[in-house]
T-cell receptor, first 112, second 117 residues
Framework: GDSVTQMEGPVTLSEEAFLTINCTYT??????LFWYVQYPGEGLQLLLK?????DKGSNKGFEATYRKETTSFHLEKGSVQVSDSAVYFC???????????FGTGTSLTVIP | EAGVVQSPRYKIIEKKQPVAFWCNPISGHNTLYWYLQNLGQGPELLIRYENEEAVDDSQLPKDRFSAERLKGVDSTLKIQPAELGDSAVYLC???????????????FGPGTRLTVL
């Protein structure tokens, strides 16, 4: 079945460091891929998405590129801020249905 | 625009007691989802509604869990009786959805954190 595997945390970085959170997927067909962010005490919020191969999603300085050849959708940011501290979830939805499959989440803490 | 509203935000009950969660989706969103999120895990789908019809409830433990979405708007999720292992965050999400195709973003509520003692 469809699934998402993402890098385990927690991840701790200093402010202005480079961030990469790895995500790979297994799916039939051509899924759409997402990164959601969950700040403490809040619900999940869509961070960015990509709906076809080679698409790059971007938002708030975060980027991820849909790589079909490596079945990956790694999240990157060039310079993290303290306010980026949160849990990040990679997710996919197959092109045959409306069910989301989420990764286990990666906790990021950015220290000043 | 108001987001997905859930209540209560927190609930503490003793095992074997019943509990209910309420969700009000974003206006105009036909699809409503209930997810279970255990600590340190991603959300897992319990049930999905298209309007008032439950189109995917394969992961809902039907011996103790039930859900309804009367009139295709608000929804309630009930557990009766609750067990210790039900302690988790219960998330509601909504999307434009539909079966006509296209990928629709899901908007999540803040969740209800349930503690069963």
């Amino acid at each position: 079945g469809d699934s998402v595997t993402q890098m385990e945390g927690p991840v701790t970085l200093s402010e202005e460091a480079f961030l990469t959170i790895n995500c790979t997927y297994t799916a039939t067909g051509y899924p759409s891929l997402f990164w959601y962010v969950q700040y403490p005490g809040e619900g999940l919020q869509l961070l960015l998405k990509a709906t076809k191969a080679d698409d790059k999603g971007s938002n708030k300085g975060f980027e991820a590129t849909y790589r079909k050849e490596t079945t990956s959708f790694h999240l990157e940011k060039g310079s993290v801020q303290v306010s980026d501290s949160a849990v990040y979830f990679c997710a996919l939805i197959s092109n045959t249905g409306n069910q989301f499959y989420f990764g286990t989440g990666t906790s990021l803490t950015v220290i000043p | 625009e108001a987001g997905v509203v859930q209540s209560p935000r927190y609930k503490i009950i003793e095992k074997k007691q019943p509990v209910a969660f309420w969700c009000n989706p974003i206006s105009g969103h036909n699809t409503l989802y209930w997810y279970l999120q255990n600590l340190g895990q991603g959300p897992e789908l319990l049930i999905r509604y298209e309007n008032e019809e439950a189109v995917d409830d394969s992961q809902l433990p039907k011996d103790r869990f039930s859900a309804e979405r009367l009139k295709g708007v608000d929804s309630t999720l009930k557990i009766q009786p609750a067990e210790l292992g039900d302690s988790a965050v219960y998330l509601c999400a909504s999307s434009l959805g539909g079966t006509s195709g296209g990928v629709h973003e899901q908007f999540f509520g803040p969740g209800t954190r349930l503690t069963v003692l």
